[in-house]
């Protein structure tokens, strides 16, 4: 009797092992984004390259662990690979920002770039705790006829640890703690795990030795930061990873806070002396609707930032009238911090993604807006497919008045490589719109067709509005940057759908 109950005891620990691996594995790679996000951005080639990196890890890990186990199926040797892990982890913590801002000095492409630093930062980890689920099976195993049901169970286990660990790390602990702190607590959870597989008392007391470091380092490093943190403020949120910082804008010497969300491109900016005057040069286009209807008053925005223009619009054109849709409550916190955004009654804010907030209003019911301003593109290689689309382009259109005006921001060239993006979007939203112009940020002038900038796509629902009654001085700078060259979308490039939208492909060419 004494002996069943020891092996009883023994196989739940083996469980607990099970599930807090499957767990911890999770964790870190949910953690992986938003460490990899300040160097590379959080595209889908990021989050690919760092899925691909860790599976392939844990694969290498379990054919290890598994060979390793029939050679000798030991308490201590798990306890090892456990307090191990548990210390790659800690000192991935530590090095993970210095390690990044060397591959990111390489300028390697965003591919190359995500596979190296995932491979220097997360494999080492990933090996070793896909060590530890056929070694928990080769320990678990008591005879052949009941092996189906152990692994069964501990496979299950595992998988149900995972799941856990993907919903705590997403949910909770990111929104909650940095991601250095989040990975010391991860290594302090597997020290721990060790303590559960050794038998002899010493080696359970260097475990937990282990242990209480580990969580004093995580304590430590929650109040006093890392080395080689990015300069600035460094915020998590739900979704993404902000930096603030400050710069000088050498033009007319004035202090410039720019907010970082992709490290390639300035997201928001602002003058620290004067919050509402506009600093990025595309952010000026938006004026455009107040020409081609001028009475605009109320409008919709789509994408928030640092909330520059919807500051500047407060500010300069008294009695409009703005809806805001930012995915990310952080990020408007961090306006309200940083960029001095304030409770304002024609200012309404709503937290979910742009393609849902279309959908789920048109389901209740159409409010019509007299422009709607779309700025959703972090970046050249952060593109929400879903802004891109058909579909997309219809819903814009339910939403505009008859004589409406929509402004898109899209980062792209418009002819060469780099083109394709720009070519799908205009293509897709041609299908709901007559009057379609291009406003060349840079200039509209053919030798900088080929250069990656930011591109305005003025549209509207008929060709009546485009007649402005009088030209204001302020708009003839913008409307100068016209593209009057004929434009011819490139046939090879699809007009993008939801079915079928691959910015990815277009926007990370070379």
């Avoid at 630093?117 to 008591?142: H, W």
């Avoid at 919050?275 to 004026?287: A, D, H, I, Q």
């Avoid at 250069?451 to 509005?465: E, F, K, P, R």
């Avoid at 030209?471 to 409307?479: D, E, G, H, P, R």
Wanted: hydrophobic share 45%; net charge neutral.
């Amino acid at each position: 009797m004494k002996y069943d109950y020891q092996v009883t005891k023994i196989q739940a620990r083996l469980q607990l092992v099970s599930f807090f691996s499957g767990a911890a594995t999770m964790i870190l790679e949910m953690t992986g984004s938003r460490m990899a996000a300040p160097f590379f951005g959080t595209s889908l080639i990021v989050w690919t390259a760092l899925i691909g990196i860790i599976m392939t890890s844990l694969c290498i890990g379990n054919w290890l662990g598994g060979s390793w186990a029939d050679k000798r199926p030991e308490g201590k040797i798990l306890g090892r690979i456990l307090l191990f892990a548990a210390l790659i982890v800690a000192i991935t913590a530590f090095l993970s920002n210095y390690i990044l801002t060397k591959v990111q000095g390489l300028n390697l492409n965003l591919y190359m770039a995500s596979v190296f630093s995932s491979l220097l930062i997360f494999s080492p980890a990933s090996i070793l705790l896909g060590m530890v689920s056929p070694f928990v099976a080769r320990l678990a195993m008591r005879n052949v006829d009941s092996s189906g049901a152990v692994v069964g169970r501990l496979s299950a286990l595992n998988s149900a640890g995972s799941i856990l660990g993907t919903f705590l790390g997403g949910f909770v602990l990111i929104s909650l703690f940095p991601s250095s702190v989040i990975m010391m607590l991860v290594a302090s959870c597997l020290a721990l795990l060790s303590v559960l597989v050794y038998t002899g008392a010493w080696r359970k007391i260097i475990s937990v030795i282990i242990f209480m470091v580990l969580c004093e380092g995580a304590f430590a490093v929650n109040q006093y930061g890392i080395p080689s943190t990015p300069v600035g403020v460094q915020i998590e949120t739900a979704y993404t990873h902000i930096s603030v910082v400050e710069s000088v804008d050498t033009r007319n010497n004035r202090r410039v806070r720019v907010l970082v969300t992709d490290p390639d491109y300035a997201q928001s900016l602002m003058y620290t002396d004067n919050p509402s005057e506009l600093v990025s040069g595309y952010t000026k286009f938006y004026e455009l609707a107040f020409h081609y209807k001028p009475d605009t008053k109320k409008i919709l925005m789509l994408g928030g930032g640092g909330y520059s223009v919807p500051k500047y619009l407060l500010e300069n054109h008294k009695g409009v009238s703005i809806d805001v849709v930012e995915l990310d409550p952080g990020v408007t916190e961090t306006a309200r911090k940083y960029f001095y955004l304030k409770d304002n009654d024609n200012l309404r804010i709503f937290h979910e993604d742009a393609r849902t907030f279309l959908n789920r209003a048109l389901n209740k019911g159409t409010e019509k807006y007299d422009a709607i301003f779309m700025d959703t593109f972090n970046s050249a290689t952060v593109i929400p497919f879903q802004m891109t689309t058909v579909e997309t382009a219809a819903r814009l259109r339910e939403y505009l008045k008859p004589d409406g005006v929509l402004i898109v921001n899209v980062i792209a060239s418009l002819y060469g490589a780099k083109s394709g993006v720009f070519h799908g979007i205009y293509k897709a939203f041609s299908s709901s719109f007559v009057t379609m112009m291009i406003f060349p940020v840079s200039a509209p002038d053919p030798k900088y067709a080929y250069a990656l900038q930011n591109i305005i796509l003025v549209a509207m629902g008929d060709t009546a509005s485009t007649v402005s009654p009088g030209i204001n001085a302020k708009f003839s700078t913008l409307l100068a940057h016209q593209w009057l060259e004929p434009f011819v979308p490139n046939p090879n490039v699809p007009a993008f759908t939801d079915e079928f939208a691959p910015v990815e492909r277009y926007a990370l060419v070379q």
